[in-house]
């Protein structure tokens, strides 16, 4: 199992078990790499050392394919050819797809190879050029988008060979999940190993062939096979994009008593929805928060009244405004937002879809935070029925889920006793005052 985090978040984010850090501890010699603390660091130094290197010799780090491809050859040349013991096949017989590549990727994937001399070392075996070109077209086509621990945000990309086998479906019976694994056990021999595991959704038959999604089902099947077809160059004939299976609620239009928008209004907001996203990205990666939600809501005046409840471009829009408006600590609306978009995502999605468990999990954080504690513990309880199955009882975010499902069933219990009381006490928790009932002071002990 190899993987490398982005340049781009290596302030932000552990390159060891991902989590983000407010305050992280830099390595001393590369000044690079960031961990959580020493134990982090420690538990990386194996693959970081070699690298820890080569990016203080030439000052700089390149970007994770590059940094990936050397941490393959350093791995390759330190076993003996194996990049892991279990692999069940090597990188050799992994597809490349080189052949198939537009002369600009070529392009592109030349000029990596170039970076990649420029920060092999000197002293490290001589590899050629032709090799590292068919791990650069490995990656480009075998590789596996990596999430935070909070599995909010794509950080970087890994390999792993095994995984590679596995077919794709646009519906698939499995899913792929990073767990980190544990190391801030204060006694070692609790540590667990950070490791990529297959997951079934379900109950899968006996000679039933395992697939994963390489993409968002998220897309009309016209637009998951244009994907699939650039990224992974194959033709998509599964079920669901020869048959355009829920093409029709991705696409809704609001009908009303039987009444439904002319052509030329729904395409007149599909375009407006189009050139909406693309400001509302631009505000978004400057910063202009404040910007983003003016723009969300200017969207669903004009959306709300034309697309029904499942269209792509209202969930797209809905699901920015809730989590800009929590991220603003306006609750209130957020979950507003955030419960429509729920109400999308699980007409569309896979009923144990790690997104859809993960969208439902922000959602109920989300009511929570807004004081309404009833449809918070159905949405935590709802998400954790999911990611049980998708991330499994030890994953970080499970394990952080289940927290927060034992304190919303605590305060849901008080809420359903005196709701009065409940209000007091949380009101005074927000604003570090004492709580009232009945016009008295709630004494309390700590």
């Known amino acids: 199992m190899l993987y490398m985090l982005s340049v781009s978040l290596s302030l932000q984010v552990c ?46 780090a390149p970007n994770e394919n590059v940094r990936l491809v050397a941490r393959i050859l350093w791995r390759i040349q ?41 920060y092999w070392p000197k002293k490290s075996k001589p590899v050629g050029e032709d090799y590292v070109s068919h791990l650069f077209g490995v990656i480009n086509c075998n590789g596996f988008t990596l999430s935070d621990q909070r599995g909010l945000q794509a950080v970087g990309v890994g390999l792993f060979p095994n995984l590679c086998l596995v077919n794709h479906d646009c519906w698939p019976n499995c899913t792929v999940i990073l767990n980190p694994g544990n190391q801030t056990a204060l006694d070692a021999s609790f540590h667990s190993k950070r490791r990529i595991e297959l997951r079934a959704l379900g109950k899968i038959s006996e000679g039933e062939e395992l697939t994963v999604s390489y993409v968002d089902f998220l897309n009309v099947s016209k637009d998951r096979q244009r994907l699939l077809k650039q990224q992974y ?55 202009n928060f404040h910007e983003v939600v003016k723009i969300c809501r200017e969207s ?25 408006l929590s991220f603003l600590q306006q609750f209130t609306e957020a979950a507003g937002y955030a419960q429509r978009m729920v109400d999308g995502y699980t007409k569309l999605y896979h009923p144990n879809n790690a997104q859809l468990g993960m969208a439902i999990m922000r959602a109920g954080v989300t009511h929570w935070h807004a004081g309404l504690i009833e449809a918070a513990h159905g949405l935590i309880c709802s998400a954790y029925a999911i990611l049980i199955i998708t991330h499994g009882a030890h994953h970080p975010i499970t394990k ?6 034992t304190q919303t069933e605590m305060e849901l219990c008080l809420f359903k006793q005196n709701e009065l009381v409940y209000r007091s006490m949380r009101e005074a928790v927000l604003s570090d005052k004492p709580m009232m009932h009945a016009g008295e002071q709630i004494k309390t002990t700590s």
Not at 25 to 42: E, P
Not at 242 to 269: C, E, N, Q, W, Y
């Open 400 to 405: 952080d889920l289940e927290v927060i499902r």
């Open 15 to 60: 390159h060891s078990c991902f989590r983000r850090q407010a305050n992280p501890h830099r390595c001393a010699q590369c000044k690079f790499a960031y961990y959580c603390d020493r134990t982090c660091q420690r538990a990386a130094w194996d693959e970081h050392k070699q690298e820890c290197s080569a990016i203080k010799k030439i000052g700089k």
């Open 300 to 324: 669903l005046e004009k959306q709300d009244p034309v697309f029904g409840g499942t269209n792509l471009h209202l969930l797209r829009v809905l699901s920015t405004a809730s989590e800009v």
């Open 233 to 287: 160059y194959f033709d998509c004939k599964c079920e669901h994009c020869t048959s355009g299976i829920k093409d029709d609620l991705m696409t809704a239009v609001r009908d009303t008593d039987g009444h439904k928008p002319s052509a030329d209004v729904v395409k007149a907001v599909t375009d407006f929805s189009l050139q909406a996203l693309v400001k509302i990205e631009e505000a978004r990666t400057k910063g």
């Open 78 to 118: 330190k076993d003996t050819g194996l990049v892991s013991d279990a692999q069940l096949t090597t990188l050799d017989l992994l597809e490349d797809h080189l052949s198939k590549m537009s002369p600009e990727d070529l392009k592109e994937l030349k000029v990596d190879v170039q970076h990649f001399y420029n």
